[in-house]
Each structure stands twice: as C-alpha cells, then as structure tokens.
C-alpha cells in the first residue's frame, strides 16, 4: 500500500537570543491527544498551500507572530503516530526572527517561553526527547528520520544529515 501521511508542519520559535523557546503547554482540553505535553506550534498543511505558507499560517494562528526568518531543521516520518495509527510526515522548522508580541494563550493551552537547555525536562512526547536536540543545535544542520510509532510510544529512531 502506498504511504499516505498526514502532512504536517511544527515551528520551534527562537527568542532574539536563541536561549528560549516559544512552546505551547496543551491543558486546556483532556480529550487532545497532546494534553499535558508541551510541543511545538504547528498543524496540517492545507490544500494548495507549500509547507513554508503552511508554517507561517499556522505559528500566526497560534501565536499571533510573524514568521520572518523560517529555517528548515529537517524531516521526519511518523508511521502509525495518529490517534487512530494514522501515518504522519512533518517538516521541523526553526523560527530564527519573527516580529510581533506573541500570545499568552490559544483554544489549545498556554504559550511559554522556556529556556532551551530545560526543554528535555518538560513532559514532551517521548519521541521529540530524539530530534529537538537536532533542532536547537548550532550551526543547524538539515536532518531527514523515521520514527516508528506503536501505541502511542516510538519503537525506533533513524535519522541522517543532507
């Protein structure tokens, strides 16, 4: 059967400084599938939309900033990662520049500046523990993986640099 994924981006907004990171805490509604995890700002791509429109839409729908410098971090494959083991395929950006205030709150949960060297301590999915050191690296170098999941927990992780 042919892969058919999800088409998904999640942006990593970088404070002036690169030492923070704009996540989001999902706690606002117990039926989520993220709910109690922090992650990144993001969402599926839409019909007739490249992913760069797609990021910048979807971290202004959720954070109410402008995207101005977008950088890709790398790819990964989510098979069987879905609520109902749909397959998943996300573009991973860093947002090294953006302008505007961002806000304190969506439909979803809380916007949080965290400091990038206490993300690992966050509840996060277990799988972003693997790529989000890939993302906050410098110099960022492009990253493409697999990440295998089973219910609801990654079985394996591969990735290589371009």
């Given amino acids: 059967m042919p892969y058919q994924p999800v088409l998904a981006t999640l942006g990593y907004v970088m404070s002036a400084d690169q030492k923070k990171v704009l996540l989001i805490h999902r706690a606002k509604r117990p039926d989520d599938v993220h709910y109690g995890k922090y992650n990144g700002l993001g969402g599926k791509l839409e019909a007739g939309e490249h992913i760069v429109a797609g990021i910048r839409r979807e971290i202004m729908e959720e954070a109410g900033v402008h995207c101005d410098v977008v950088r890709l971090g790398g790819t990964i494959s989510w098979p069987g990662f879905g609520k109902g ?11 090294d520049r953006f302008h505007g205030e961002p806000r304190r709150e969506n439909d979803e949960g809380t916007l949080e500046w965290v400091d990038v060297e206490k993300v690992l301590e966050l509840p996060l999915w277990e799988g972003d523990r693997h790529f989000l050191p890939l993302v906050f690296a410098n110099p960022l170098r492009c990253f493409h993986g697999v990440m295998p999941y089973s219910n609801g927990r990654p079985v394996s992780w591969h990735f290589e640099f371009v």
């Fill in 85 to 95: 083991g749909e397959d998943w395929f996300g573009f991973i950006f860093r947002i």
